[in-house]
């Protein structure tokens, strides 16, 4: 099964950009597609956004416009550009994949249609 690994999460202030990169550990990663999800604790699981293997988007309304997601299948890899950071944006980000494509966001942004999770990164923003 693939493994994921996300790197880059960290400090920043209010207004920073971040990005988050996903490294796959195989190459099924180029038709799997791939969310990005956060969690504050004692909160649910949040989906951000998710990316197909075609290069389809799905976004939560909470990030379009600050955040971008893209896939360098090449690399196997993912990443989430986060910009205009806010204080709550502090969480713990995730990346996931499934060999799976979705017709619509609401589905692609559920954490339970995910098979595979990465150990997460913390992004904290503070002043």
């Known amino acids: 099964q693939v493994q994921l690994a996300e790197s880059g999460g960290d400090s920043v202030e209010p207004g920073g950009s971040l990005r988050l990169s996903c490294v796959a550990s195989?190459?099924?990663?180029?038709?799997?597609?791939m969310g990005w999800f956060r969690q504050i604790p004692g909160k649910e699981r949040e989906g951000l956004m998710a990316i197909s293997p075609g290069g389809a988007l799905y976004y939560a309304p909470s990030a379009k416009g600050r955040f971008t997601i893209s896939r360098d299948n090449a690399k196997n890899t993912g990443y989430l550009q986060m910009t205009s950071l806010k204080l709550e944006d502090t969480a713990m980000y995730y990346c996931?994949?499934?060999?799976?494509?979705?017709?619509?966001?609401?589905?692609?942004?559920?954490?339970?249609?995910?098979?595979?999770w990465g150990q997460g990164v913390q992004v904290t923003v503070s002043s």
């Open positions: 996931a994949a499934v060999q799976a494509v979705f017709a619509f966001a609401a589905e692609a942004l559920r954490p339970d249609k995910y098979s595979t």
């Open positions: 195989d190459n099924a990663f180029s038709t799997a597609t």
